[in-house]
C-alpha cells in the first residue's frame, strides 16, 4: 500500500517566489546574520535591513517590510516599537519578538494582547523558521488584500465612469428584488421617483419571454458565475417594446448579496463605444469622497457606523483679512486638529467641511463616541504659523446602515448629518451628576485669615474666568497614561484652562486665582462633575478607565462638603472600579499646609477617592511629605523630567526614585515626555507611568490612542 505525502501549504515555493523584506531591530550582528542565513538556507531571497535606535526605525518604516523581527535596542522598546507601527502606513506590519532573556512563559499571552504577533526562538532554528514563514504569510495576505481593494476600487470608478458616460440604466437587486436604481433606469420604466421601484420584483419589469432562459440564466449569476452575465432577452413589457431585444448585463454589487443589472437603453448604445475609447484614452479617475467613504466601509466592516459632519459655525474676521498662505493653513489645520481630536478616517468635502467615519461594535459604543464629540463644539484655538486664531465647530451625525449609493445619496446624507445634532449627555440617564456646584460661606473653612471678597476691580483675567465658567466653556484636556504593566491601559490625567484674549491659559497654578477662594472651589466643583461626565459616558467603552483630575488647593482645604460631594460623584459615574477618581493636587500646596491637607486627605479616601501629589520632587520636604501623607501616586516635577535628557542624569533620576519607593510603595507618573529622547529614555527608570505628546497629545474628549 502506498503512501500519502502530506505537505504544509506554507511550506511551498509560493513565498519564495518574491523577495523577503525584513527590518530587524537587534544589537548584534551576529543573530541577523543568521536570522538572514536561516532563510537563504530554505530558498527564500532576502532583503534585510539591521537597526538598533528609534531614530532608524521611524524612518525605515516609510518604507514597505513584510515583517518587523525585534531583540534587543539601544533606544527603542518592542511597545514603542509597536506604537510607531500602528501609526505607520502599514499599521498591520506583523512583528516576532525574539524570546527575551527574562522570558517566562506566563507573559506569552500578555505579549500577544500588546499586539506582538508571535514570540520566536532562534535557539531551535527549524521552529524558528516556521513561526517566521507563518507570519510573512499572514504579512503576504495583508498586502494582497490592500492591492485586490485598490485594483477592486479603481475597476468600480471606471466602472462608474463608464455608465455616467454612457447614460446607461442601472440597478440593484437583492433576491430578485430591486433596492436601488438610477435615473435612466427609472427613465426606462416610466417611474418618477427610486422610492416606486423599491421592492419591485426585477422579473415584474423585465417580462421576459422565455422566462425559463431567464430564471436559468440569473441562477447561474446569483452564483457568481458572471461569465454568464451578459445577454439579450426580449421583454413583454409594453415600456421596452422599442428597445427589444434588451442587452442586459449582471455584474457583483458592493454588498455580498446583490447585484448589479445594467440595460443599454437606445440613447446610451451609440455612445458606448466611444466612451469606452475615451475612457481609456483618459488618466484613472480619482474616486470621489463617497467612494473612498465605501471602501474604507469595506475594509473595515462594523456593526454601528456613522457618519460625522464637521463644519465651521463662524469664521474669524482675521483670517480673511490675512494672507492667502494664512487662509490656507487655517482650513488645512482644521483637519489636522480634527485628526488629533477623533482618531477616525477624515474625508475633506470642501472648504471648513470634513466628514469622519465613526464605528463601534454596538450602537451603544458608537453613541458613547458621538456623546464624547460634544466637548469640541465649545470654542477652540488654531495654530496657523505660530498664530492662534479662534475655531468654532458645527458638528452634526447620521448613522450609516448601508454603503452610499452615488453622489446624490452623499449629499442627502451630509444634509442630514448637518442638520442632525449629537446626542446629548443627558441621552444617557446621567442628569444626576447635574450636582449642586454652589457650597455657601457655612461650608467654607477658616483656614485662611479671611475670604477675599469678590473685587470689583478685579483682574481682568478673573473676569473672564467668570465668564467663561457661567458659558460653560472652560476646556478640560485628557491625555493618556502608558502603563508599563500593561495592566491599567485607559488611565487619564485631567488638566483644565480656558482661552483668554485668543491665548490659552492653564488653571494650574494660576496665580490671580489663587486670591480668590470661592471662585476656585467652584471652578474646581465644576471641573470634576464635567470629568464624571466622560468617565460616565466612556465607561461605556472602556469600563476600567479612571481619571488622574488636577485641583487647586481651595476645595482641599476650605470646602468642608468637598469629601461628600466627591463620594456622590463617585457613585453616579457608576463605575465597577472601586477607586475610578484620582485627586492630584500640588506638593507645594500640600507642604504649606500639611496639617489640614494630612486630614483632608483622609476624609477623601475614606469617600473612596485616591490622591496624587504633582510636582513632586524638586523641595527638600519631599521625602518628608512622602512619609507623612496618605498617597499612591506621585507626578514628578518637571525640573526631574529634564534629567531624562542624557544618561548620566538618567541614572541620577534613578537612584532619587530608588529612595521614594523605599519609603513606601508609589506609582510614580513621568508627564511631559513631547519629543523622542525624553519618551526613550524614561524607559529606564522605574517609573510606571509615562505621558505625553509622543504618546497622546492632550485631547478635548477622551478616546483610547489604539482606538481604530
Not at 538598533?52 to 511597545?79: C, S
Not at 504579512?139 to 481593494?149: A, D, I, T, V
Not at 442587452?247 to 451609440?270: G, M, P, R, W, Y
Not at 470646602?559 to 456622590?568: A, I, L, M, T
Request: one cysteine or more.
Amino acid at each position: 500500500m502506498g503512501s500519502i505525502k502530506v505537505r504544509n501549504p506554507l511550506l511551498s515555493k509560493k513565498l519564495k517566489r518574491t523577495e523577503t523584506r525584513l527590518l530587524i531591530i537587534d544589537d548584534n550582528q551576529i543573530r541577523f546574520n543568521q536570522i538572514c542565513e536561516q532563510l537563504t538556507a530554505n530558498e527564500h531571497r532576502v532583503q534585510a535591513f539591521l537597526l538598533d535606535d528609534i531614530k532608524n526605525f521611524e524612518k525605515q518604516l516609510h518604507l514597505t517590510w513584510d515583517l518587523v523581527i525585534f531583540g534587543r535596542a539601544y533606544d527603542l522598546k518592542v511597545d514603542q516599537a509597536l506604537t510607531l507601527i500602528r501609526a505607520s502606513q502599514q499599521p498591520n506590519l506583523p512583528l516576532l519578538l525574539l524570546k527575551p532573556d527574562d522570558y517566562d512563559a506566563t507573559q506569552y499571552t500578555n505579549y500577544i494582547r500588546k499586539g506582538i504577533y508571535d514570540i520566536v526562538n532562534l535557539d531551535f532554528p527549524e521552529r524558528f523558521y516556521f513561526g517566521l514563514i507563518r507570519a510573512l504569510s499572514f504579512s503576504r495576505l495583508q498586502q494582497s488584500q490592500e492591492q485586490l481593494m485598490t485594483e477592486l476600487e479603481n475597476a468600480q470608478i471606471q466602472a462608474q465612469a463608464l455608465v455616467e458616460d454612457s447614460n446607461k440604466a442601472v440597478a440593484i437587486i437583492q433576491e430578485g428584488i430591486h433596492v436601488q436604481a438610477n435615473e435612466e433606469y427609472l427613465q426606462l420604466f416610466g417611474l418618477k421617483t427610486e422610492d416606486d421601484i423599491i421592492g419591485v420584483p426585477l422579473l415584474d419589469l423585465l417580462q421576459p419571454e422565455d422566462v425559463t432562459d431567464f430564471k436559468f440564466r440569473f441562477k447561474k449569476v446569483s452564483q457568481g458565475q458572471f461569465d454568464h452575465g451578459r445577454f439579450d432577452i426580449h421583454s413583454q413589457n409594453p415600456l421596452l417594446a422599442k428597445q427589444n431585444p434588451l442587452k442586459v448585463e449582471f455584474i457583483a454589487a458592493t454588498d455580498d448579496d446583490a447585484l448589479q443589472i445594467t440595460i443599454d437603453n437606445e440613447t446610451s448604445t451609440a455612445n458606448v463605444a466611444s466612451s469606452a475609447a475615451s475612457t481609456s484614452e483618459k488618466p484613472a479617475a480619482k474616486p470621489s469622497t463617497y467612494q473612498l467613504v465605501n471602501r474604507t466601509l469595506a475594509k473595515q466592516p462594523s456593526i454601528a457606523n456613522a457618519l460625522v459632519v464637521f463644519s465651521l459655525a463662524n469664521c474669524p474676521e482675521a483670517i480673511f483679512q490675512a494672507d492667502w498662505l494664512t487662509t490656507k493653513n487655517y482650513f488645512a489645520n482644521i483637519q489636522t486638529f480634527l485628526k488629533e481630536q477623533t482618531n477616525v478616517p477624515l474625508f475633506t468635502v470642501s472648504n471648513g467641511l470634513v466628514v469622519g467615519l465613526f464605528q463601534a461594535e454596538s450602537t451603544a459604543i458608537l453613541e458613547s463616541k458621538l456623546i464624547g464629540l460634544n466637548s469640541l463644539t465649545k470654542p477652540q484655538l488654531l495654530t496657523v504659523d505660530q498664530h492662534t486664531y479662534p475655531l468654532n465647530l458645527r458638528i452634526g451625525y447620521i448613522l450609516l446602515n448601508q454603503d452610499i449609493r452615488d453622489e446624490t445619496n452623499f449629499e442627502q446624507l451630509i444634509s442630514q448629518g448637518f442638520a442632525n445634532a449629537l446626542p446629548n449627555p443627558q441621552d444617557q440617564n446621567n442628569s444626576g451628576l447635574a450636582l449642586d456646584l454652589s457650597f455657601g460661606e457655612s461650608n467654607l473653612n477658616a483656614i485662611e485669615s479671611a475670604v477675599v471678597p469678590q473685587s470689583f476691580n478685579e483682574p481682568a483675567i478673573i473676569t473672564a474666568l467668570r465668564q467663561s465658567l457661567d458659558r460653560g466653556e472652560i476646556h478640560l484636556k485628557y491625555q493618556q497614561l502608558y502603563d508599563k504593566q500593561d495592566t491599567n491601559l485607559y488611565t487619564y490625567e485631567v488638566t483644565s484652562g480656558f482661552i483668554f484674549n485668543n491665548e490659552w491659559k492653564s488653571l494650574s497654578g494660576l496665580i490671580e486665582l489663587a486670591e480668590d477662594p470661592e471662585l476656585s472651589i467652584k471652578l474646581d466643583r465644576w471641573i470634576l462633575v464635567e470629568a464624571c461626565k466622560q468617565l460616565h459616558n466612556f465607561i461605556t467603552q472602556y469600563p476600567e478607565a479612571k481619571l488622574i483630575v488636577n485641583l487647586n488647593k481651595h476645595v482641599l482645604l476650605q470646602d468642608r462638603s468637598f469629601p461628600e460631594f466627591v463620594s456622590k460623584l463617585i457613585t453616579i459615574v457608576g463605575s465597577r472600579l472601586s477607586h475610578p477618581l484620582i485627586l492630584q493636587f500640588s506638593e507645594e500646596d500640600i507642604s504649606q499646609n500639611l496639617g489640614d491637607a494630612q486630614k483632608q486627605i483622609g476624609l477623601l479616601r475614606q469617600h473612596g477617592a485616591e490622591i496624587s501629589l504633582r510636582d513632586f520632587g524638586h523641595s527638600i520636604y519631599s521625602e518628608s511629605i512622602l512619609k507623612q501623607v496618605d498617597i499612591h501616586y506621585l507626578t514628578l516635577h518637571s525640573a526631574l523630567i529634564e534629567k531624562l535628557a542624557d544618561d548620566q542624569s538618567t541614572q541620577e533620576l534613578q537612584e532619587q526614585l530608588s529612595v521614594y519607593s523605599e519609603i513606601k510603595p508609589i506609582e510614580i507618573l513621568l508627564r511631559d515626555l513631547n519629543d523622542m529622547n525624553l519618551f526613550a529614555n524614561a524607559w529606564n527608570v522605574d517609573a510606571r507611568f509615562i505621558q505625553g505628546d509622543y504618546f497622546q497629545k492632550k485631547l478635548d474628549h477622551l478616546i483610547d490612542v489604539q482606538d481604530q
